[in-house]
């Protein structure tokens, strides 16, 4: 079986919100929606106090409570664990919104753009009305991964049949694969460093690991 | 490890969805209470009436909220896990039999008793299965939600015009339920160790003014039922009942629906050369 799952180096993760930038271009999404958004949180207590940036989005939990709580049927699982949403199905209920632990979905209810009441050329392109009235979140870039399994490349490791966000990272903290292959490199990754999952005890076993240190050789 | 809370209140549900609870829960109250009525010898199909009248108010509210108004029907899809989908298939034979009680048998009034507290029991689970808000994601919120359903239902019909003595006594008994199922969620909420913003609320002015509405709630019906102005004091208790109801909800749905924010259980070390990454092994 394929999962595909996110891993994100703390360690590495600097906050230049690249994959932030490309997500909204790649996916159009509206003023206010990051699908894929990086937290700036400050831990410790003074003197002791850092910084850390903490990529976080959908996490195509394995246990979604938002497709559970969905009445429409519109949110779904494939087999390969995306957590995908039906744009015809939604009715804009958010339910699924307060019943995901992850803050990961938005719904707007009317068109905005980034500068003005007339979309930009890049926004025209990328403006889907279907999203108006919807829930929406992080696809994992889906129609890349499929498009590019299409064509016989693997998802994580060559750049078109992976998400956005991974192939623009500029410090290399994110990473993309199939966590079921113990080759794959997240499997790699989470075998090899201490990792952690956001909020595991709520049980819905997400899909995004958090790398934070180095088993001591 | 301490770090910055992130957690923020939601605004996805506001008051209309929140004028799905309360006149969803105070409509069905009414229903079980008219049911309670007429096996006590007291047959009331206007309560049956103005019940399915707050139900159907409540879902409009919501019909309000949602982003896609005309395909409404699409909340019909999931029964096998949707809480929401389960409560919108309890409507038509609700309405059903509550129409049949109204208009052809009163005593239809007891399945449509049946049919109300499963739409109770649904608006209870709903908030449960959201695991985004704590608030809501507690197991004692089903209680809570329940006792508040039933005080309001018992309430409204001493309002409305029946007041038979055991339903003053089923009015303070609910209220005295909702008050120990309050103190339950309340003391619940602090063992989860919830984020402060959660637990803020409690202490709001809202909720100080909605305890001391529930409080004198309770005392009129007590002082009512003891004799002492029976009539006036019912009304008065029991339209408290519902407004106090009603604030808890709005307070718990608007007010108390913070996220869990965003929280890391360790702080990355950083600075310990290149990983796996950027030179694959």
């Known amino acids: ?217 | 490890m301490k770090q910055v809370v992130q957690a923020r209140l939601q605004r996805y549900w506001d008051i209309r969805a929140a004028g799905n609870f309360s006149f969803g829960g105070t409509g069905s109250g009414l229903v079980l209470a008219a049911a309670l009525a007429l096996a006590l010898g007291v047959a009331s199909p206007w309560a049956v009436a103005v019940g399915l009248g707050f139900i159907g108010l409540g879902l409009f509210c919501v019909w309000l909220e949602i982003g896609k108004p005309w395909r409404a029907i699409n909340v019909l899809f999931h029964p096998h896990t949707s809480w929401m989908t389960r409560e919108a298939l309890l409507v038509p034979p609700l309405m059903a039999a509550g129409a049949a009680a109204v208009l052809i048998d009163i005593r239809f009034v007891y399945l449509a008793a049946l049919f109300a507290a499963g739409f109770m029991y649904c608006q209870a689970r709903m908030l449960l299965a959201s695991r985004g808000i704590p608030a809501w994601c507690q197991k004692e919120i089903v209680p809570l939600i329940l006792a508040t359903a039933l005080a309001e239902g018992a309430g409204a019909f001493l309002v409305a015009g029946g007041r038979p003595q055991a339903l003053i006594v089923v009015a303070l008994v609910a209220g005295i339920l909702r008050e120990i199922a309050r103190v339950l969620y309340r003391k619940g909420l602090v063992a989860a160790k919830l984020p402060a913003a959660t637990l803020k609320w409690m202490a709001s002015r809202e909720e100080k003014g909605l305890t001391a509405l529930r409080g004198l709630s309770l005392a009129c019906l007590a002082l009512a039922l003891a004799g002492v102005a029976p009539t006036a004091l019912a009304i008065a208790g029991g339209s408290l009942a519902v407004l106090a109801g009603w604030g808890l909800k709005a307070v718990i749905i608007v007010r108390a629906a913070f996220t869990r924010g965003q929280v890391i259980s360790h702080t990355p070390t950083r600075g310990r050369g290149p990983t796996a990454i950027v030179i694959p092994s």
Not at chain 1, 16 to 31: I, L, Y
Not at chain 1, 58 to 63: K, L, R, S
Not at chain 1, 145 to 163: C, E, H, Q, S, W
Not at chain 1, 173 to 197: T, Y
Request: hydrophobic share 30%; aromatic share 8%; with cysteine.
């Open chain 1, 1 to 217: 079986m394929t999962r595909y799952a996110m891993v994100a180096d703390l360690r590495r993760c600097v906050g230049c919100q690249a994959c932030t930038a490309s997500c909204k271009e790649a996916n159009g999404t509206p003023p206010g929606v990051q699908w894929r958004r990086v937290v700036d949180i400050e831990v410790g207590e003074y003197p002791d106090v850092k910084r850390v940036f903490v990529p976080t989005g959908c996490q195509h939990c394995a246990d979604p409570p938002c497709m559970h709580v969905c009445p429409s049927t519109a949110t779904r699982q494939r087999a390969d664990g995306i957590v995908t949403i039906d744009y015809d199905l939604c009715i804009g209920c958010g339910y699924c919104a307060v019943a995901c632990p992850y803050e990961a979905r938005y719904k707007v209810d009317t068109a905005s753009f980034a500068f003005g009441d007339e979309p930009s050329a890049c926004e025209e392109v990328r403006h889907d009305p279907k999203k108006i009235g919807v829930a929406t979140k992080c696809t994992f870039c889906v129609d890349r991964i499929d498009a590019g399994r299409a064509k016989g490349l693997v998802p994580g490791v060559d750049p078109d049949a992976t998400p956005v966000c991974v192939n623009t990272c500029i410090s290399g903290a994110l990473a993309f694969g199939d966590i079921e292959d113990p080759d794959s490199n997240v499997s790699r990754l989470v075998r090899e460093n201490k990792s952690f999952r956001m909020h595991e005890e709520v049980g819905t076993s997400p899909g995004f690991y958090y790398l934070w240190d180095k088993e001591t050789p």
